[in-house]
């Protein structure tokens, strides 16, 4: 059963087109990374899902009911934000029960999701006496306070420490099975969304480019993927686009990642050792297997990016 | 799930951030040295021989004097860093995310900002005027309440004004500088304006200013003089006086209104 429902959203700042006819669909119960470039419109998409931005056009649906219109399923919603604030001459532990009488849950419920999130000694401080890590972890316990049945996070992991990442994404797998919250997590740290996402929305220019679950996604996208290791990744990626029979390509500067169709592969290796030869590139190794999440993200934006050749 | 009171606790959590120590106490204690220190007096003094109604008026008057300009500061401090830099930083999104009406939430913080420090002032001020003549302000309280409301709508006013921009800006500094400039420009023209209308002996002018400055019209109708000597040009029927308070508000209204639209409608996060 979807929870939220997005058609065609559209959302321009000025003559910037930031969310540019954007469909998603989150289920009940499921894990739902979002991932995209800077600018990609992933904070938009998530503010007019939240119905703190109106959309230029189209339509969403939160628990059934337009979020613009009705706040009050804000009461099911637990919301960490990219930047997060709060007033900040307030004690974390006052703060938090005020969010609890604000929801309408018993006050004990402030130490509890202090707890959660390991922040219990910071209790006594002012708001604006944490650390960045620690607002985010507050920020995380605020999201929890009304027990959501969805959180929306944000780039919800920036600027924690390694150990409380770890904690974090632990907490979000044991939420959303033992209690079963759906998650909408945005974020560019991929190992850690391929950790605990069971779906993915790979989003660029304000459009999805490619959705669905993580395993169907690799499947499609990231089955037999050739990556090639070498010292001049964009000469030779340039020379192997305009090949045939390559599906999907995405170069960094450490590599080149391909995606071949299908028993077309013998006669790649073949043309990649000519190719290399003619712009000079020295090849340390190539090996083929599955990709990663960041593999699978860079050969769906890349391969659009390349346009027809691909 | 019970509901809570989200109104209660977004405009508690604004009281907390624009009053916090030692801001409160600073202000009150502007407002009581203005009111019982820095009243002039002279001009209720010299009242003297004027019905009981008039000397009510200049009374009130007199003890508004500063605190009327320490109560716009307030409200400038309020707007620009209750709520500006509320937008600016994020705090207002955390408020938006709660299961509450836009209006509410700025319901809330207009609430702490502007009418809490009206219930102050007027809290020290009542009092006050009773203390100084309680036979008078009793019997004429009325001219005392009419007094305050020609007196409150000029700054209400320029509230409404400065906060339409502080959601437009969304800027805590900037509004700032915004309702400071605000403040002096109303002042200079007014006073031109004056002038002007005493130089020339239009009474049209005045009547334009007492649109904006009903206080005008109404020091007019007790036959206050701005200029002492010089003829007076403009002396309003009691209706006309009422009237002019009234468009006041009206625009006032109307200022807050289009902020409460914009807020509601256009403003996004």
Known sequence: MPMVVAENLVKSYGKVKAVDGLNLTIDKGSVTGLIGPNGAGKTTTIKMILGLLKPDSGWVEVFGQNPWDNPEIRDLIGVVHEKAFFPSHQRTIDYLRRACRIFGVSESRAFEVLKLVDLQEASDRAIKALSAGMLQKF????????????VIADEMTANLDPQSRSAL???????????????????????????????????NRGKVWAFGKLAELYEKYGAGIVRISTDRPVELSEEI?????????????RGISVKVAKGREEEFYEYVSKLARKVNAKIHGIETGSASLEELYRLVVGANKLGETI | MKRGKPFLEVFASAVHEDYRFPILEIFVFFYALGTFALASFGSALSTMGASEEAVAYSLASSVLGTPLFVFLILIIKNLAYGLGSDIEKGVIQTYLSYPLKRSRILSAKLLSAIGLSLLILLGIQIPALYLLAPGIVA?????????????????LFISGIMLLVTLIVRRGGLALVFGIILYFAFSIVSS????????????????????????????????MQFYPGIEEVWVPTFQEVALYIGASYLITIFTFAIAYIYFCRRFSV
């Open chain 2, 192 to 223: 031109m304006l004056m002038f002007t209308a005493f130089a020339t002996k239009s009474s049209t002018i005045l009547q334009i200013l007492s649109v904006f400055y009903p206080s005008t019209a109404l020091s007019r109708y007790y036959g």
């Open chain 1, 241 to 253: 686009k305009g090949l045939p029979f390559i599906e999907k390509l995405a170069a960094d500067a």
């Open chain 1, 169 to 203: 994404l632990d907490l979000v797998l044991r939420l959303n099975k033992d209690e079963g919250v759906t998650f909408l997590l945005s974020s560019h740290i991929l190992p850690e969304l391929s950790r605990v996402c069971d779906s993915v929305a790979i989003i």
């Open chain 1, 139 to 150: 920020a995380i316990a605020h999201a929890l306070i009304n027990q959501p049945q969805l």
């Open chain 2, 139 to 155: 019997s004429h309280f009325g001219a005392v309440l009419l007094t305050y409301a020609a007196n409150l709508s000029p700054i």
